[in-house]
């Protein structure tokens, strides 16, 4: 196996045509709560570091979404390509602790 075999190696090389890449949706500042946002159309209602919404490129459909709604409570909402199963683990990595941010 060579040094660019590997997933990251092609990545980096920006060999990215057999990979879907998703990045996070960037927030908005709101002047009214002063503090950045990210639209969740209803379905999050609690501000916390661990809401993310997942985008592909510069497109501004979601295919991915998380956020608080609850102490211990949280929503997800998932689309293909995503799996169930990638989307939970997704969101199991994001209520791992953020060090620093809480």
């Known amino acids: 196996m060579g040094k660019d075999d590997t997933m ?14 998703f990045n996070n949706k960037e927030p908005k500042w709101n002047e009214t709560v002063q503090a950045y946002v990210l639209n969740f159309n209803g379905r999050v209602d609690q501000a916390s570091v661990k809401n993310f919404q997942l985008i592909m490129g510069d497109e501004n459909y979601i295919f991915m979404q998380f956020g608080k709604i609850g102490k211990n409570e949280f929503n997800m909402d998932v689309q293909w390509p995503l799996s169930l199963f990638q989307a939970f683990a997704i969101s199991l990595s994001s209520i791992d602790k953020k060090f620093g941010c809480e």
């Open 8 to 21: 990251i190696d092609k990545y980096k090389e920006g060999k990215k045509e057999m990979m879907l890449v």
